[in-house]
C-alpha cells in the first residue's frame, strides 16, 4: 500500500478534530457528577485544584490530586481509557522527553539509584562534564516524577473541566467571573467558526481527491496548499465582514450582555465545601510547603 | 406617524475600489406594503438590503427610514440608532453570517438582550420565537450541527425574538430543500397576514408571485429596470428576458422536445 499522501492525511485530521469536538460535547451532557454542577464553582474549584498542583513539592500530594481526578472522571461517566489517553498520550512524547535528562548524574546529581556506565576517569564533551560513574540519581527520579506528576494532574483537571462543560456554558461561566465580555464574545466565535472553517477545508481537500488520478509532485501540491490558504483567508475575511454587519444588524453597540441560566444548587455548596476542606487539610497538614 | 418606511432618493452606491453596486435609485416604500427586489445574482439585492438596514451608506444620493435621514453619523446616535434596529430586521443569505454565537438559545436572545430588554421578557421572547418555529429541541445545539434547514429557521427565530416591523429578507429560500423552502414561504405569509413591512430580496419568480403587491425588478446594470404589480411585471417576458429572469431552455412536455421561454423554477413542465 503506497505512502499516505498529504492530502488523505490532512482529511483524516479534519474529519478526526471534528470528531473529537462532538465527543468532547457528548460527554458534557452526560449525567454524571461534575457535568451536574454549576460551571462558576466548577472553574474557581478546578483552579484552586490547579493552583495546588503548581505550588506543591509533594509527590504524595500530586497523587492525591491525581487520584481525585481518576475518581472524579469516574463518577461523571468519562470512559477511563479516552481519559486516560487525553492526558498520558502526549506526556511521554512532550514532557518525558524534557525530563529524562534530569533523571542522570550529568544533570542532577546524587545518590546513585542505577549505575549505567562506569569511564577510567570523569571527561569533558564540549560544555558538557561527565563524571566517571553514569548513573540515575534519586534525586533525578524524584524529580522528574514531580514534574511529570504536576504536568499530568494539571492536564488531568484541565482535560476533565472541559470534557464536563459544554463550551458554551464555559463561556457563560466566564462571562459570570467578570472575564472581560468582549474577549469571551471572540473566544465563542472563535470557536464557533473553526468548524466552519474545517468543513470548508474538507470540501476543498475532497473536491481535490476527486479530481486527483495517481500521483502528483511536491511542488504541484505545495502550489496548490497555498492557493488553497489564500482562498480560506480571503473566505475567513469576507465573512468576518458579513458577521460584523449582522452584529450590528442585530443591535450590536460594542457592549455585550449575555444570558445566563446558572443555579448554584446543593450539589455545588457541597462540591466547594468538599475542594476547601480537601486542600485546606492538605495545607494544614503541610502538602503545600 | 408617517407612513413612509423607507424613501429613497437618487441614490448611487459602489464599494470600495469602484466595483459596481446601485446607480440612481427612487423608490418609497410604506408601512404594511410587501415588496419584492428581484434580479439575478450580482445585480446589486443584497447590497440594496444592506442599505436600507444601515449597514452600507449611500455614495450618492438620500435614504430616510420613518421620516430621518439614514446616515452613518445618525446611526453613532444610540437612541436613534436602538429605535432603528427594534424596528427593522434582516434576515441574511447566509445564515452562517447571521449565527455567531455558541448556541441556538444565545442567539435566539441575542437581539432583545442588546435591546436592553428585561431577562425574564428575553427569556419569554426566545422561548416562544422557538415554539413558534417548532425547534425548541435545538435549543442547546450548536450552529455547526445544524443542517441549512434549521440554520435558516434559527436565524428566522432571531429575529421573530426582537418582532420587528419591517423584515428585510435577502432570498429567504436559497439553498433550501424543497419542503423547507414551502415552510420559509408559509411563514412569509403569515408575517404579511400580521401587517408587517416585508422586503424581499429574490431571484425566484414563482415565490415572488405569492408573497409580493409590489416588485421592483434590478438589472444587470445595477440600476431599476421596472416596477409595478407582480402580476403585470411577471407577464412582460421582454422585461424578464432583458433582466436575465427568463431564458429559453429545451424541455420535454410529454413526447416531443421543444424550445420554448419561461421563467426560471416553472412547476408546470417536467
Avoid at chain 1, 533523571?103 to 566517571?132: C, D, E, K, R, Y
Amino acid at each position: 500500500m503506497s505512502r499516505k499522501n498529504f492530502v488523505s492525511k490532512t482529511l483524516a485530521g479534519l474529519t478526526e478534530a471534528i470528531k473529537q469536538a462532538v465527543f468532547a460535547e457528548r460527554y458534557a451532557r452526560l449525567p454524571g457528577l461534575l457535568q451536574g454542577l454549576d460551571p462558576r464553582g466548577k472553574i474557581i474549584t478546578f483552579l484552586a485544584l490547579l493552583i495546588a498542583t503548581a505550588i506543591t513539592r509533594h509527590l504524595a500530594v500530586m497523587a492525591l490530586i491525581y487520584l481525585l481526578t481518576v475518581i472524579l472522571a469516574a463518577a461523571s461517566r468519562i470512559p477511563m481509557l479516552f481519559f486516560m489517553k487525553r492526558v498520558w498520550l502526549f506526556i511521554p512524547l512532550f514532557t518525558g522527553a524534557i525530563a529524562l535528562p534530569a533523571i542522570f548524574n550529568v544533570v542532577t546529581p546524587g545518590q546513585p539509584l542505577i549505575t549505567l556506565i562506569t569511564f577510567s576517569a570523569p571527561f569533558s564533551w564540549g560544555p558538557l562534564h561527565f563524571p566517571a560513574t553514569i548513573a540515575i540519581t534519586q534525586q533525578g527520579v524524584h524529580g522528574a516524577a514531580i514534574f511529570i506528576l504536576r504536568v499530568a494532574t494539571s492536564v488531568s483537571l484541565s482535560v476533565l473541566l472541559v470534557l464536563t462543560t459544554q463550551w458554551s456554558r464555559l463561556l457563560q461561566a466566564l462571562t459570570a467571573l467578570r472575564f472581560p465580555k468582549v474577549a469571551i464574545l471572540i473566544f465563542g466565535m472563535t470557536y464557533r467558526y473553526i468548524f466552519l472553517f474545517i468543513k470548508v477545508a474538507e470540501e476543498m481537500f475532497l473536491a481535490r481527491t476527486s479530481r486527483t488520478v495517481g500521483p502528483t509532485d511536491t511542488r504541484e501540491q505545495q502550489n496548490w496548499l497555498s492557493s488553497r490558504l489564500g482562498f480560506l483567508l480571503t473566505r475567513s475575511y469576507n465573512l468576518s465582514n458579513d458577521v460584523y454587519l449582522a452584529m450590528l444588524s442585530r443591535g450590536w453597540t460594542g457592549n455585550a450582555r449575555f444570558l445566563d441560566d446558572f443555579r448554584f444548587t446543593w450539589q455545588d455548596t457541597v462540591w466547594v465545601v468538599f475542594t476547601i476542606t480537601f486542600l485546606g487539610t492538605i495545607f494544614f497538614l503541610g502538602g503545600m510547603q | 406617524m408617517s407612513d413612509t418606511i423607507f424613501k429613497v432618493s437618487g441614490m448611487s452606491y459602489s464599494y470600495p475600489g469602484g466595483l459596481s453596486g446601485l446607480y440612481d435609485m427612487d423608490f418609497r416604500i410604506g408601512r404594511g406594503e410587501n415588496i419584492v427586489f428581484l434580479g439575478v445574482n450580482g445585480s446589486g439585492k443584497s447590497t440594496l438590503l444592506k442599505l436600507l438596514d444601515g449597514l452600507y451608506f449611500p455614495k450618492q444620493g438620500t435614504i430616510e427610514a420613518f421620516g430621518e435621514p439614514l446616515t452613518e453619523k445618525r446611526l453613532q446616535d444610540e437612541s436613534f440608532a436602538f429605535a432603528f434596529r427594534r424596528r427593522v430586521g434582516f434576515l441574511f443569505q447566509d445564515p452562517d453570517s447571521q449565527l455567531f454565537l455558541p448556541t441556538v438559545w444565545q442567539e435566539v436572545a441575542f437581539s432583545p438582550l442588546q435591546m436592553g430588554l428585561a431577562r425574564e421578557e428575553v427569556e419569554e421572547r426566545a422561548a416562544s420565537a422557538l415554539a413558534v418555529l417548532g425547534i425548541e429541541k435545538l435549543k442547546d445545539r450548536v450552529p455547526y450541527q445544524l443542517s441549512e434547514g434549521e440554520k435558516k429557521k434559527v436565524a428566522l427565530a432571531s429575529l421573530l425574538a426582537l418582532d420587528p416591523e419591517v423584515w428585510l429578507l435577502d432570498e429567504p429560500t436559497a439553498n433550501l430543500d424543497p419542503r423547507t423552502q414551502d415552510w420559509v414561504i408559509e411563514f412569509i405569509l403569515s408575517l404579511k397576514e400580521k401587517g408587517k413591512t416585508l422586503i424581499v430580496a429574490i431571484h425566484e419568480l414563482e415565490v415572488a408571485k405569492v408573497i409580493a403587491d409590489q416588485a421592483y425588478i434590478l438589472g444587470e446594470d445595477h440600476r431599476l429596470a421596472a416596477a409595478g404589480k407582480p402580476q403585470e411585471i411577471l407577464q412582460d417576458e421582454e422585461l424578464l428576458l432583458r433582466a436575465n429572469l427568463m431564458h429559453r431552455r429545451r424541455h420535454l412536455h410529454t413526447d416531443p422536445v421543444r424550445t420554448h421561454r419561461h421563467p426560471h423554477r416553472d412547476p408546470g413542465h417536467a
